[in-house]
């Protein structure tokens, strides 16, 4: 899909089709173009037709509010457009950890880690795309209480995510007080931008992270959790957030990294 921002094209994503509008709302929003709903006035296909004459739907027009800087849009500004491919380092870290408008490190909220071993068997639960193929990554945004608000499929991972956050932006929900992102593959250092934009107090993934995401993490204030697999996991970043029982008791069920 080619997403244009005020008529000029910004960026090509491989994606799954459908949820675009939330799709473009949170690559905007983690890419730091917009901040709230209201500054995007119109999201709309554009006419892209494939060797029969047929609309592919390919392609999505989004339309800023006059509020909104015209410079936000340009590549040149926007480091994300650069440190997305994970690799950036210090200047990366340092730019995520100025920008976002929704730092994360000040959220007070708690999360079990009974509830957190809970949360990939519900997020499983909701991939029907993926009970059909068995190819899509999956993203979904949990209360603290474990409770889904939202989850997301799609081919790529950082699509998946940029839906969520897309649909928490269009029905309030940003930034994600409380919440807890969990991700199907692994945490990278571009899943963590995007949590962290939105202001995500916990990401959990069912993979390792990688550890310039967890410098990210901590830097950004993000309680960061890794290996989220059946009764255990790792907590790399801010692991304060993270309630568990006494380390000594026979049937913990959290692994050493907690």
């Known amino acids: 899909m080619e997403l244009r921002v005020n008529g000029r094209a910004l960026v090509v994503t491989m994606r799954t089709p459908g949820g675009d509008v939330e799709l473009a709302h949170g690559f905007l929003l983690t890419e730091g173009v917009i901040t709230a709903a209201a500054d995007v006035l119109t999201a709309r296909y554009c006419r892209s037709v494939d060797a029969t004459g047929r609309n592919t739907y390919n392609v999505l027009d989004v339309a800023l509010a006059r509020h909104v800087p015209a410079a936000a849009t340009s590549l040149q500004r926007n480091f994300y457009a650069s440190a997305s491919c994970g690799v950036c380092g210090k200047a990366s870290l340092e730019a995520v950890r100025t920008c976002t408008v929704f730092p994360p490190d000040g959220d007070q909220v708690m999360v079990s880690a009974e509830t957190l071993a809970a949360l990939p068997d519900r997020l499983r639960a909701a991939q029907r795309v993926f009970d059909t193929t068995g190819g899509l990554h999956a993203a979904g945004l949990f209360a603290a209480d474990g409770s889904l608000l939202a989850a997301r499929e799609d081919v790529g991972r950082h699509d998946a995510v940029d839906k969520v956050l897309g649909w928490a932006m269009l029905v309030g929900r940003v930034p994600a007080t409380g919440c807890v992102l969990v991700v199907s593959g692994r945490a990278s250092f571009e899943l963590g931008q995007k949590a962290a934009m939105a202001g995500v107090p916990v990401l959990a993934a ?36 993270v309630r568990t029982r006494d380390l000594s008791a026979p049937n913990r069920l959290w692994g050493s990294g907690v």
């Open 206 to 241: 069912v993979s390792a992270p990688s550890s310039l995401a967890v410098e990210l993490a901590e830097q950004a204030g993000v309680t960061l959790v890794g290996f989220l697999r059946g009764m255990s996991m790792n907590v790399y970043a801010h692991a304060g957030r």
